[in-house]
């Protein structure tokens, strides 16, 4: 019985795990090989200090501060190892290698960048974890960026990042808590605007599988705003209609109830919904099952344990 430790420095969160994991040397990993005993994030919200494209020194000082808190609070659990990775906000900001460098001296650890491509695989081997994953089109939507992985065969093969994810359009889209009709329609221009670079094509397949905290909200809201308290592991594309319909209906009132489910996402909720709603769009996607797992799973599947995972 082994325990590794796990910090993922994204957009949004930055989320300490640790996994006490159970198999045998060369032994494919599995879903039952793997107990997640703590699963603690902090709301950093990195990517609302990105300006003009830099992280700033808040932002530098604000993830130095949290991972060494995740740092000392992993320090009790023992673990044979502790790894850091970070996606899109420190991926993409201009002064990725000098930021980067700074956490780094800060923590006194390095910190493995993962690249557009390698985020989204290891978003399939942690989701195929949970799902047995033969064809279809995976959508992370994270807080800087959304991945879109086409699935075939059980293999994952075309994969893209289009830069906007739903922290990141709150950041430059809405100027309040939450955002006007008007701000809702200059997220769904720039998301477009962006997919429309893309060669959408390989990924239009009714079937979606979804990662990440965006979706996974979604789907809390529409069970508890919109169907009486029932939550599905799955949305359609007219749950997402029936979330933004309300918002619009009466934003006020949408915000009240939205706190009562998720107080640390109220700001993020609506751009991540349309966002999704725009990659159901995009995809041609019928129905999004949502998975339990996702890269941090597949890290430590592939970079901690470098073993194969199979679907159990």
Do not use: W
């Not at 699935?151 to 289009?162: E, H, P, Q, V, Y």
């Amino acid at each position: 019985m082994s325990r590794y430790g796990i910090i993922d420095l994204g957009s949004n969160t930055i989320r300490l795990c640790i996994y006490e994991v159970c198999c045998a040397a060369h032994e494919p990993l599995r879903k039952k090989d793997i107990d997640t005993l703590l699963n603690y994030k902090v709301m950093a919200g990195l990517a609302s200090h990105v300006e003009e494209g830099a992280m700033t020194e808040e932002g530098i000082k604000r993830a130095i501060k949290t991972i060494n808190t995740h740092l000392r609070r992993a320090s009790h659990f023992n673990c044979d190892r502790i790894d850091i990775f970070a996606t899109a906000v420190l991926r993409n900001c201009s002064n990725s290698h000098k930021a980067t460098a700074a956490i780094e001296e800060g923590i006194g650890q390095r910190i493995c960048i993962l690249s557009n491509e390698e985020e989204a695989h290891l978003g399939y081997l942690g989701a195929k974890l949970d799902q047995d994953l033969e064809a279809g089109t995976m959508v992370d939507i994270g807080g800087g960026s959304t991945e879109l992985t086409s699935i075939k065969g059980g293999f994952d093969l075309a994969k893209t990042s289009i830069p906007q994810g739903s922290l990141s359009s709150f950041a430059n889209y809405v100027a309040g808590l939450m955002p006007t009709q008007k701000e809702v329609n200059a997220i769904t221009q720039a998301f477009r605007e962006l997919a429309d670079k893309e060669e959408a094509d390989v990924y239009h397949c009714t079937q979606l599988y979804g990662i990440g905290g965006s979706i996974r909200s979604a789907a809390k809201l529409y069970g508890d705003l919109c169907n009486n308290g029932n939550r599905f592991n799955y949305l359609l594309p007219e749950h997402i209609d029936a979330i933004l319909n309300r918002y619009a209906e009466d934003p006020n009132a949408f915000a009240h109830e939205a706190l009562r489910t998720l107080p640390d996402r109220i700001h993020t909720l609506i751009p991540g919904c349309v966002i999704i709603r725009e990659a159901f769009k995009l995809c041609g996607g019928e129905r999004l099952d949502i998975c339990k797992y996702g890269v941090r799973e597949g890290y430590l599947a592939e970079r901690v344990l470098v073993k194969p995972v199979s679907f159990a």
